[in-house]
């Protein structure tokens, strides 16, 4: 017997939740398949010390403000579904995960296979899913929210004798006065690090990359032994003898020759790859990224399979390590302009804008209310944008597409159009002479048939309140004002 649906979603994770809900709420035909017995399989053993690291707080009365606090909800217009009415641990405990994303699911009333686990993926006219019992699922558009499955280990001679994050025992009392190397500088190394603080002799944590200020001043302050330490640098082998580890790294910024170090313990927190194995080979979409993530294009969809889509932690591809698509708190936002595309791509429905009088003190108003509100260009900062498109003397407003998407789609590339990001980054008005880290501000670009001709850096605040009628809405209404005038004077005439 074959299932076919119009959508055939693999994982019933935060994403294929999230994806699920816009689905159904659309009344779209589509399945996901969950090979767990609940929603959110992952978080029952990620993280290993199963305290999450996204954080948890009612900040204000406003849900759309609140959602620049709150890193774990998923988007629905139910307010029992929010996160924080589960906790109110700022970092909440992964089993409150569980709990969540299994209420969203039943709530929502999602059409969710659990125990089936996808083992082959081949495509004719259709693509068709095989579990591991043989049923077969057909569907024209499939999209894959698993995340990246599979262990990640770099080109390291040696690193195959470490112990691996997803299996080294979570009991801190194991490494007693040990010295231990933690090989990777993301949240798998972190948390590990943290949970040997009171027992490990020395944590080394270590890779090419630095890091935050919150991590350095976390394993630097004085609540920690001094002899643990953050090293950036290249591992260059690793030997397991009788005695531990012999660890050979090329240290940044030092100035001398590769050095040896001996542990006792070496962790591999070096993250997780995407695992292409089920796909059949004439579908079976490329990799980027040493080979960890599936290429995509900026609409989320295989670079080089149609109708092939990826959805949560996969989607960071397209911001890898500049923005935060790897995450619930960025990937909902990301999700949200997926089902927007495809819904205009295979449905034929406009992406939803609204109107504006295309005059200064209109856009100037609209960019900066939205600016002071917005969750999704707030969290994907850089990497999601509000789109402003000249027709004549009225203007359509759309919000939250892929910058990426803009430029490729017909939204932008005949148009006059201005893009709205909120950006770090410097070349502009700072805080103060000697604020290093910028702050969050809106920069709004002007852009003619494709090609940027102007841009526009609103002037930071520290309390991301960009109302001020001298130093925000007065400059941004003039750059409007001028860009305005320059785009009607390029206007072909009847």
Not at 106 to 126: H, K, M, S
Not at 169 to 183: E, H, N, S, Y
Not at 446 to 455: E, K, M, N, P, S
Request: aromatic share 10%; proline share 5%.
């Amino acid at each position: 017997m074959v299932t076919r649906t119009d959508y055939l979603l693999l994982g019933a994770g935060p994403a294929g939740l999230q994806l699920g809900y816009f689905l159904e709420r659309a009344g779209r035909d589509y399945l996901i398949l969950e090979q767990g017995a609940t929603p959110g399989t992952f978080f029952r053993t990620f993280p290993r010390h199963r305290q999450l690291i996204s954080i948890n707080k009612r900040q204000t009365d406003d849900p759309e403000l609140n959602l620049r606090m709150d890193w774990n909800s998923l988007l629905s217009d139910q307010p029992s579904l929010l996160f924080t009415r589960y906790t109110d641990r700022y970092f909440p405990d992964a089993d409150v995960m569980v709990r969540y994303l299994a209420d969203f699911a039943a709530t929502t009333r999602l059409n969710i296979r659990y125990g089936t686990r996808a083992v082959r993926v081949t495509r004719d006219e259709r693509f068709q899913v095989v579990d591991q019992h043989g049923a077969v699922y057909e569907a024209p558009l499939l999209i894959v929210a698993t995340g990246p499955s599979m262990p990640y280990l770099p080109t390291i001679p040696g690193i195959e004798t470490a112990e691996l994050y997803g299996t080294v025992t979570a009991d801190p009392q194991d490494f007693q006065d040990q010295r231990v190397l933690i090989i990777g500088k993301g949240s798998s190394g972190f948390e590990t690090a943290a949970n040997l603080l009171e027992t490990a002799a020395v944590i080394h944590v270590a890779g090419p990359s630095s890091i935050g200020v919150a991590w350095q001043s976390f394993l630097g302050s004085n609540q920690v032994k001094p002899r643990n330490a953050l090293l950036d640098g290249q591992i260059l082998n690793i030997d397991r003898d009788d005695d531990g580890y012999r660890v050979r790294m090329s240290l940044v910024g030092r100035g001398e020759p590769a050095r040896e170090l001996r542990y006792d313990r070496v962790i591999a927190c070096t993250g997780f790859r995407f695992d292409g194995s089920i796909f059949a080979g004439d579908c079976r979409p490329e990799l980027v990224i040493n080979d960890r993530f599936p290429a995509q294009t900026s609409a989320w969809e295989s670079v080089n399979v149609p109708d092939l889509y990826f959805a949560g932690t996969l989607m960071q591809v397209r911001d890898f390590n500049r923005s935060t698509s790897g995450n619930i708190h960025g990937f909902r936002y990301c999700i949200r302009a997926m089902h927007r595309i495809l819904e205009r791509r295979y449905h034929g429905t406009p992406w939803p804008p609204r109107g504006l009088p295309a005059d200064p003190e209109a856009l100037m108003v609209a960019v900066l209310c939205r600016s002071n509100r917005t969750s999704g260009l707030w969290q994907q900062f850089g990497m999601l944008c509000d789109l402003v498109v000249l027709e004549g003397a009225e203007a359509a407003y759309f919000e939250e597409l892929p910058v990426g998407y803009v430029h490729e789609s017909r939204l932008g590339t005949d148009e006059s159009y201005f893009t709205i990001t909120l950006e770090y980054g410097f070349g502009h008005e700072r805080v103060s002479s000697f604020d290093v880290s910028t702050h969050l501000h809106p920069v709004v670009r002007h852009y003619r048939g494709g090609a940027l001709i102007a841009q526009h850096h609103v002037a930071e605040n520290a309390d991301n309140d960009w109302s001020g009628q001298d130093s925000h809405r007065e400059p941004l209404r003039e750059f409007f004002a001028r860009e305005l005038t320059l785009a009607a004077s390029a206007a072909p005439s009847c």
